[in-house]
């Protein structure tokens, strides 16, 4: 008599195939997610995914194991089973070139470092960018936040407000004042947020504002040093004796002046916003960092050395019209007496 054999089903598992890679569906939705579809090197973070015909999407990233697949690959010595290799708590997401970079530089890469680099990264993503929502209003203000966030480079705050301070401005923010000028006219304002929209048209344009005031002053350096760095236009120094050498120093200290007195501005509109988009949007954004604050580290505004500011609004505003006296003032002392030559 003839046995019936036993007939199992075995459960089927959508898994990831790719040069001898098995990545269940499950790790794969985890590593995506967690880290935004971004490349999840901090000097990094590019888009993963990009938009191709009828509405679908081509991914671009790379799951790469921080543990080696192989015994023989990049930190593959290692006691971890091939099945937790190829799990999501072995994995980063990151583009080609940083994918390379990692396997390449395998003493500097370490397992530790790249696990660290990983939760840095998610970190970052939870604070950062906006939490996805399927209506068209909160995709409207999610991709507002996530587009000022990127552009303003907040995850760089302390190396921003450095140099601010002392009249340096990487080209990076002087251009991102462009795409946010770009992004606030074209924006169709859904209007049901009221207090977000608000904090952030301001927080527009107090950008606008400082870039605008520090560029009617400031231009590249024509030598190698801090080349990409807009400063001062210092000039009506090289010239000696100049005539005109006290016309452009007094505006070179007003235009100075001004310029601090609109990066505490931006500051106040810039807390204001964070503290809407934790209320009506994100409640994890930036709440670890707090108060974006004004740092003087050289003492070149505030007086002293590693001095720190959180700005108020009426005492920033009230200076802030005095300044504009002055500057009303010179303005006429020197009304059809404005040098026409090069500095």
Same mark, same amino acid.
Not at 206 to 227: C, I, M, N, V
Not at 278 to 284: A, G, M, T, V
């Given at each position: 008599?003839?046995?019936?054999?036993?007939?199992?089903?075995?459960?089927?598992?959508?898994?990831?195939?790719?040069?001898?890679?098995?990545?269940?569906?499950?790790?794969?939705? &985890?590593?995506?997610?967690?880290?935004?579809?971004?490349?999840?090197?901090?000097?990094? =973070?590019?888009?993963? @995914? +990009?938009?191709? /015909?009828?509405?679908?999407?081509?991914?671009?990233?790379?799951?790469?194991?921080?543990?080696?697949?192989?015994?023989?690959?990049?930190?593959?010595?290692?006691?971890?089973?091939?099945?937790?290799?190829?799990?999501?708590?072995?994995?980063?997401?990151?583009?080609?070139?940083?994918?390379?970079?990692?396997?390449?530089?395998?003493?500097?890469?370490?397992?530790?470092?790249?696990?660290?680099?990983?939760?840095?990264?998610?970190?970052?993503?939870?604070?950062?960018?906006?939490?996805?929502?399927?209506?068209?209003?909160?995709?409207?203000?999610?991709?507002?936040?996530?587009?000022?966030?990127?552009?303003?480079?907040?995850?760089?705050?302390?190396?921003?407000?450095?140099?601010?301070?002392?009249? &340096?401005?990487?080209?990076?923010?002087?251009?991102?004042?462009?795409?946010?000028?770009? =992004?606030?006219?074209? @924006? +169709?304002?859904? /209007?049901?947020?009221?207090?977000?929209?608000?904090?952030?048209?301001?927080?527009?344009?107090?950008?606008?504002?400082?870039?605008?005031?520090?560029?009617?002053?400031?231009?590249?350096?024509?030598?190698?040093?801090?080349?990409?760095?807009?400063?001062?236009?210092?000039?009506?120094?090289?010239?000696?004796?100049?005539?005109?050498?006290?016309?452009?120093?007094?505006?070179h200290s007003l235009w100075a002046r001004k310029n601090f007195l609109l990066l505490?501005?931006?500051?106040?509109?810039?807390?204001?916003?964070?503290?809407?988009?934790?209320?009506?949007?994100?409640?994890?954004?930036?709440?670890?960092?707090?108060?974006?604050?004004?740092?003087?580290?050289?003492?070149?505004?505030?007086?002293?050395?590693?001095?720190?500011?959180?700005?108020?609004?009426?005492?920033?505003?009230?200076?802030?019209?005095?300044?504009?006296?002055?500057?009303?003032?010179?303005?006429?002392?020197?009304?059809?007496?404005?040098?026409?030559?090069?500095?």
């Open positions: 008599m003839a046995t019936k054999k036993k007939i199992v089903k075995k459960r089927t598992v959508k898994k990831h195939r790719r040069n001898g890679i098995t990545i269940r569906d499950k790790d794969q939705k &985890l590593l995506w997610g967690n880290a935004a579809s971004r490349c999840s090197m901090r000097e990094c =973070r590019t888009p993963l @995914t +990009i938009n191709i /015909n009828d509405g679908k999407s081509s991914t671009l990233g790379e799951m790469c194991h921080i543990v080696g697949e192989k015994k023989a690959a990049a930190r593959g010595k290692s006691n971890l089973s091939l099945v937790d290799r190829n799990q999501y708590s072995n994995l980063i997401l990151l583009c080609a070139h940083h994918h390379k970079t990692i396997d390449r530089y395998e003493a500097k890469y370490t397992i530790e470092l790249l696990h660290k680099i990983k939760t840095d990264h998610e970190i970052w993503v939870n604070e950062t960018l906006s939490a996805k929502t399927l209506t068209p209003d909160e995709l409207v203000y999610s991709a507002l936040i996530d587009h000022l966030s990127l552009s303003l480079r907040l995850e760089y705050w302390s190396w921003f407000i450095d140099n601010s301070v002392r009249q &340096l401005v990487h080209t990076e923010f002087i251009d991102a004042a462009d795409s946010i000028k770009e =992004r606030q006219l074209a @924006t +169709i304002w859904p /209007n049901t947020k009221p207090e977000l929209e608000l904090t952030t048209k301001v927080l527009m344009q107090a950008y606008a504002d400082l870039s605008g005031q520090y560029l009617s002053f400031a231009t590249l350096p024509s030598f190698p040093f801090d080349r990409d760095f807009f400063q001062a236009d210092t000039s009506y120094k090289q010239t000696f004796p100049n005539p005109h050498y006290h016309y452009y120093s007094d505006k505490c501005i931006y500051v106040i509109r810039l807390n204001e916003f964070a503290e809407a988009v934790r209320k009506y949007s994100n409640p994890l954004f930036y709440v670890v960092r707090g108060k974006f604050l004004v740092i003087d580290n050289l003492g070149t505004h505030l007086g002293n050395w590693g001095a720190m500011l959180d700005p108020a609004l009426n005492a920033i505003e009230s200076r802030l019209k005095a300044i504009d006296i002055e500057i009303s003032t010179f303005e006429k002392k020197y009304k059809g007496k404005e040098p026409l030559s090069a500095r």
